[in-house]
């Protein structure tokens, strides 16, 4: 069964860290990962993706600088390190397979076809 799980979420005071974790399995070929974040009332948002070794990597601006995403293809496992966390990254992030990655594409939701179930971010002190 191919499926993506998130973890790693939770209350942060404004200025903290916390690392995302999004565990893949099943997967029979490369894909690339994107992150993508809902905060209540608002559309989905791109916030991070890289390609399938982890070559091409591309961020939205508002999280440049302060987050980065990685992996351990030996873990089946992509990473979303977050510092300097603000109240406004506050949101449901999830995370994405695809098997097609363009760094100018890859912050929109419509390459991606597998998605995990989510895990709450909560900025606040």
């Known amino acids: 069964q191919v499926q993506l799980v998130e973890s790693g979420g939770g209350l942060v005071q404004p200025g903290g860290s916390l690392r995302l974790s999004c565990a893949a399995s099943g997967f029979s070929r490369d894909y690339a990962i994107g992150w993508f974040r809902q905060a209540p009332g608002k559309e989905r948002e791109g916030v991070s993706c890289i390609s399938s070794r982890g070559g091409g990597t591309t961020y939205v601006d508002s999280v440049k600088g302060r987050f980065t995403i990685s992996r351990d293809n030996a873990k089946n496992t992509v990473y979303l390190q977050m510092n300097s966390l603000k109240p406004e990254d506050t949101a449901v992030y999830t995370c994405?397979?695809?098997?097609?990655?363009?760094?100018?594409?890859?912050?929109?939701?419509?390459?991606?076809?597998?998605w995990g179930q989510g895990t709450q971010v909560t900025v606040s002190s």
């Open positions: 994405a397979a695809s098997s097609y990655y363009s760094s100018s594409l890859c912050l929109s939701s419509w390459p991606y076809n597998l």
